[in-house]
Structures are given as C-alpha cells and as structure tokens.
T-cell receptor
Framework: QKEVEQNSGPLSVPEGAIASLNCTYS??????FFWYRQYSGKSPELIMS????GDKEDGRFTAQLNKASQYVSLLIRDSQPSDSATYLC??????????FGSGTRLQVQP | EAGVVQSPRYKIIEKKQPVAFWCNPI?????LYWYRQNLGQGPELLIR????????DSQLPKDRFSAERLKGVDSTLKIQPAELGDSAVYLC????????????FGPGTRLTVL
C-alpha cells in the first residue's frame, strides 16, 4: 500500500463545473496536508494547505480534511481550462519532508 | 521576494559521467530539501537539511550521490557516476522551518542520462 494514494485519472470535467480530487493516506500520525498543482514540464506549485478537520476555502478552491477517514479532497469550483494540470496531494508528520501521491491529471474541457 | 533558484535547468550527459545541481533557497528559509521526480510520479525525498546539517538522508543512494549545504544557505547535489536510471527531474524546495510549514519548489533540473 502506498503511503499516499490518488487516482491517476485523467479526470475530465466541462468548463464551469466542479472538479473533485481525492486523496487517502496511510499514516494516522500525519499532521499537515497540502495540494500542489503541477503543469506539464513545470515544478509543483502550492495551492492549498490544511491542518485541521473540516473545510478550508481559498477563492475557487476548497480543501477538505477528514482525519478519522484519512481522507483529503480538493474541490475546484467554476473549473477553467487553465486548471488543467496534475494535482499532487502531499502529507507530512512532525519535521519530516513531504510524502507525495502520484497525482491526478485534471482535464477541463472548454 | 525571489523564489527558489536552481541551475542548470536542463542537463544531458553520458552514463558514467559526473553531474552537479545547484540550489539557492528562499531567503531566510532554514530547511532545504532535494527531491527526485520520475515521470508520472510524485516527488520523492533524497535529502533534507536543517541549516547546514543533513538531518534525513536515508533515501539518498550514497554510493553515487552526495550533497552539501555549506554555510546553511545554498546547496549542491552531485551524482558520480551517473546511471541511465538517474534520468529524472531534480527538485529543490525550501521552507521557513522544518515540518508542518509550507514547502516551495524551485523550477527543477531535468537530467537526461544517455
């Protein structure tokens, strides 16, 4: 079992729809959770961080965390073609480095 | 504020040759990370520095990889000799403190070993 699991996709949504990206993790001691966006040929760009159970909203993005279920999600409202990218879920514990999933490729169809 | 700087951006070498990558973190960031990202995968940690101390190098293939962070600022990652399987993107990241705070990535170095 991988430490951080993501569906590789591609997840295809029409422009203007809500894209829902999911991630599960195996380490119950994980404390910090991040979503990175990575365009093809570029490096990961941090878009959301979440540290406690519940929802955190930032513009069109909402991160959701459920530690009991070991589940993190990212919702993108009003999806745009420019949101087409690979979304990486990352978790860490204590002073450790991030553990990444393999990413979900999102395609937003105009 | 300047981001994480890496050089070179691209490197093509023959197998068995040496190669080095350089990283300058965001000013004031004490923790520096080197990750390797293979195609279709997420980044995987090679080494983590807190100031000038390597505090996690358990995933660094020490027979051929070495790293240093003199004076606790910029860092160099070296591979000698390179193997075909080393072809990947090498990413440097930094954070203000270790652990729970956000990490920011540089543009990466794409290494191709022929």
């Amino acid at each position: 079992q991988k430490e951080v699991e993501q569906n590789s996709g591609p997840l295809s949504v029409p422009e203007g729809a809500i894209a829902s990206l999911n991630c599960t993790y195996s380490d119950r001691g994980s404390q910090s959770f991040f979503w990175y966006r990575q365009y093809s040929g570029k490096s990961p760009e941090l878009i959301m961080s979440i540290y406690s159970n519940g929802d955190k909203e930032d513009g069109r993005f909402t991160a959701q965390l459920n530690k009991a279920s070991q589940y993190v999600s990212l919702l993108i409202r009003d999806s745009q073609p420019s949101d087409s990218a690979t979304y990486l879920c990352a978790v860490n514990r204590g002073r450790r480095a991030l553990t990444f999933g393999s990413g979900t490729r999102l395609q937003v169809q105009p | 504020e300047a981001g994480v700087v890496q050089s070179p951006r691209y490197k093509i070498i023959e197998k068995k040759q040496p190669v080095a990558f350089w990283c300058n973190p965001i000013s004031g960031h004490n923790t520096l990370y080197w990750y390797r990202q293979n195609l279709g995968q997420g980044p995987e940690l090679l080494i983590r520095y807190e100031n000038e101390e390597a505090v996690d190098d358990s995933q660094l293939p020490k027979d051929r990889f070495s790293a240093e962070r003199l004076k606790g600022v910029d860092s160099t990652l070296k591979i000698q000799p390179a193997e075909l399987g080393d072809s990947a993107v090498y990413l440097c990241a930094s954070s203000l403190v270790a652990g729970t705070r956000e990490q920011f990535f540089g543009p990466g170095t794409r290494l191709t070993v022929l």
